[in-house]
């Protein structure tokens, strides 16, 4: 008997075991991209990671911004697709210490478990205004963030940071519109967060390059993995824009309404 589309059923299922062993040897974040097909796949699992959020943040999946009035050209609608991942928090608007908002939007399934070291290109294009220089300075923006299992032989006993990279202030010449690609890996600056902080010298007051937090890694012990990959802002200044084409290695994570969708890299960056 026959299967469908003409193939014998001999031959699918060994195509089938072959694609299983195949898939096998993807990590997780490559196999949520390979098995949704390939450039512009849908990306599952992302959203508003819930216990990071403090207050009544915003983070969700929009159109545009388009603008603002009077930009013309590339940088008047956001670099991929339609759509973006908008942004909003507040300075002071809960009873706690600090009174700022805080809000994650990430992904907790499909990086967990990969390791720290191999995290080659990391970036994203981001909306900033006028308005939010003023309510925070230049480097009021957001942020990527890794949380990890440092694995540091300092610390045995602690199996949890935050690894952020908070970004060097887009130029005048590029509020109000959408900046160019931000490139993680070569601009602004790396911390972790708690004691792996001061254990590794990479603290928001004793700023780490990211090659310099990706070397006070390796101690020679057990390789430092990742729980969560996230797009996120606060707590500190109020803050109102947008993020788009989120890179992680070969994938370029796009925000549209309707989802957020990978798309491959191009080869020559």
Not at 151 to 165: E, G
């Amino acid at each position: 008997m026959k299967a469908r589309f003409g193939m014998r059923r001999g031959k699918a299922l060994a195509f089938a075991a072959l694609a299983a062993i195949a898939a096998s040897t993807l990590s997780a974040s490559e196999h949520a991209v390979a098995s949704g097909g390939g450039g512009g796949a849908r990306s599952e699992h992302w959203g508003v990671i819930t216990r990071n959020a403090i207050g009544s943040p915003v983070a969700d999946l929009r159109n545009g911004p388009y603008g603002s009035y009077g930009v013309t050209g590339s940088s008047a609608r956001p670099p991929y697709g339609r759509g973006s991942l908008g942004i909003e928090v507040a300075d002071d608007s809960t009873s706690l210490t600090p009174p700022s908002e805080k809000v994650d939007f990430g992904n907790e399934v499909d990086f967990y478990g990969d390791p720290v070291l191999s995290l080659r290109q990391l970036g994203f294009h981001v909306f900033q205004t006028r308005e939010n220089v003023g309510y925070g300075g230049e480097e009021n923006m957001p942020n990527i963030r890794f949380e990890i299992d440092a694995n540091l032989d300092a610390l045995p006993a602690d199996n949890y940071t935050t690894m952020v990279w908070v970004p060097d202030e887009v130029p005048t010449s590029r509020l109000n519109r959408w900046s160019r690609f931000i490139d993680a890996t070569r601009t602004g600056y790396w911390y972790f967060t708690g004691a792996e902080g001061t254990a590794t010298g990479c603290t928001q007051a004793a700023e780490c390059t990211f090659a310099q937090a990706k070397t006070r890694l390796r101690d020679g012990g057990q390789a430092p993995t990742i729980y969560t990959a996230a797009v996120g802002k606060g707590r500190d200044h109020m803050w109102i824009g947008a993020v788009d084409g989120f890179r992680i290695n070969q994938y370029i994570y796009d925000f549209e309404v309707d989802g957020v969708r990978a798309r491959p890299a191009p080869r020559n960056n």
